[in-house]
């Protein structure tokens, strides 16, 4: 059993809805994982519990959430000590004419900070209509007539292939077992062979 972090940034709850899904496909695999807040995590935040971890952010504006840079930023030497991803959501990936400019996103962010991760993955996020003010509603519904076309803000839209975040949780497992020598002991293990 390996001992996971999933810390993550998020805006309107979708960041956290997938690193809880990544959590429990950890989980099936025999793993414990936690999920949490970088924004709520204290500043002298201990990772020696972890033997890995991975980081989510959402992109608001073309950036990341500041606590997800500034967790790498503090973290960086424990980070390149054990085997890490990153994931990230943005409405640019939910399209294939955005998936470069969500590329772009996590080689700024990389180069910013100085880490290295292990494994990546770039997932759709959502259009939280419902969660946004009068300003932001309309900034929102400018960006996606362009991205997605989905402008009735009425409702809101959810972008995140599911299956996606399942293999790429399947994927990072399996590179952690290897690394660490571990092999995977829950439900999960049967499919991910």
Not at 99 to 125: C, H, K, M, N, S
Not at 129 to 147: D, E, Q, T, V
Request: proline letters at 3%.
């Amino acid at each position: 059993m390996v001992s996971m972090l999933v810390c993550y940034g998020t805006g309107e709850g979708q960041t956290a809805k997938v690193a809880d899904r990544i959590v429990d496909v950890l989980a099936e695999r025999g793993h414990d994982a936690t999920a949490k807040d970088a924004s709520e995590l204290p500043s002298e935040f201990a990772m020696g519990e972890f033997n890995a971890v991975l980081v989510g952010a959402s992109i608001h504006v073309g950036k990341q959430q500041p606590a997800v840079r500034e967790f790498v930023d503090d973290n960086r030497d424990a980070l390149a000590a054990r085997p890490t991803a990153f994931f990230q959501l943005s409405l640019a990936s939910a399209t294939e004419q955005g998936a470069a400019q969500a590329a772009e996103y996590v080689d700024e962010f990389l180069e910013a900070t100085g880490w290295q991760p292990d494994r990546i993955g770039l997932f759709g996020g959502a259009l939280r209509y419902s969660k946004y003010g009068f300003l932001k509603r309309l900034l929102m519904k400018h960006i996606a007539k362009s991205a997605t076309s989905d402008t009735d803000t009425s409702r809101d839209y959810e972008y995140t292939d599911w299956e996606e975040v399942e293999a790429f949780a399947n994927d990072v497992a399996a590179f952690v077992e290897g690394r660490l020598g571990v092999a995977p002991s829950g439900d999960g293990q049967a499919g991910t062979e």
